[in-house]
């Protein structure tokens, strides 16, 4: 099974600081993902990465930006942390097309807030 | 732009009974997948269903099944036998499997098992 690890469970991080969430995924997927997650509104999409430096912004990518240089690494940075960035930020990675599995495996989320 | 309506914030259901998750979408397309994953307060993304939208057999996982009515775009969850482990928030997806092939998602329901 596709395993995709965020590497911090919590944080607190101060208004105006650089914020990196890192995630790692072990089954050499050309896609990442990472979403936001706030009550009432579902999960909305921030960035995606389909191939190694490359990106493309999602539903709600300001505040945001991404780094792919390596295949199985993705990560969200918060150039200058905000509180209305208090949120829960889960990343996925997906399972090639025509696959009998298809879909997106996602980590088990960053909880991340800003004071 | 795809919608995914889950006209159900909240739902309960007694142990052992069967519940139903609505999921109304919206899409031009005709080459897609459904998705029905459960988020338990641990926050871990699961996939419970998936549903290719070629296949006119409704999907079936143990003690979930899916109602799948293409020309209506709606994908209803219905789980029987409930148990307190089924208790999570419940997300409905999409995918177009043509361009990105981004998730979207429902804004979620929470379901409740009482004992």
């Known amino acids: 099974d596709v395993k995709v690890t965020q590497s911090s469970r919590y944080l607190v991080k101060r208004t105006g600081e650089k914020v990196f969430l890192e995630c790692v995924q072990d089954m050499d997927h050309e896609n990442m993902f990472w979403y936001r997650q706030d009550p009432g509104l579902g999960l909305r999409l921030i960035y995606f990465?389909?191939?190694?430096?490359?990106?493309e912004k999602g539903d709600i990518p300001e505040g945001y930006s991404v780094s792919r240089e390596k295949k199985e690494r993705f990560s969200l940075i918060l150039e200058s942390a905000s509180t209305n960035q208090t949120s829960m930020y889960l990343c996925?990675?997906?399972?090639?097309?025509?696959?009998?599995?298809?879909?997106?495996?996602f980590g088990s989320g960053t909880r991340l807030t800003v004071v | 732009a795809q919608t995914v309506t889950q006209s159900q914030p909240e739902m309960s259901v007694q142990e052992a009974e069967t519940v139903t998750l609505s999921c109304t979408y919206d899409t031009s397309e005709s080459d897609y997948y459904l998705f029905w994953y459960k988020q338990p307060p641990s926050r871990q993304m699961i996939l419970v269903i998936r549903q290719e939208a070629y296949k006119q057999q409704n999907a079936t996982e143990n003690r979930f099944s899916v109602n799948f009515q293409k020309a209506a775009k709606s994908f209803s969850l219905k789980i029987s036998d409930s148990q307190l482990g089924d208790a999570a928030m419940y997300f409905c997806a999409y995918i177009s499997r043509g361009g990105s092939e981004k998730l979207v998602f429902g804004k979620g329901t929470k379901l409740t098992v009482n004992p």
């Open positions: 990465s389909y191939d190694v430096k490359m990106k």
């Open positions: 996925a990675s997906r399972t090639p097309g025509g696959r009998a599995n298809y879909g997106y495996t």
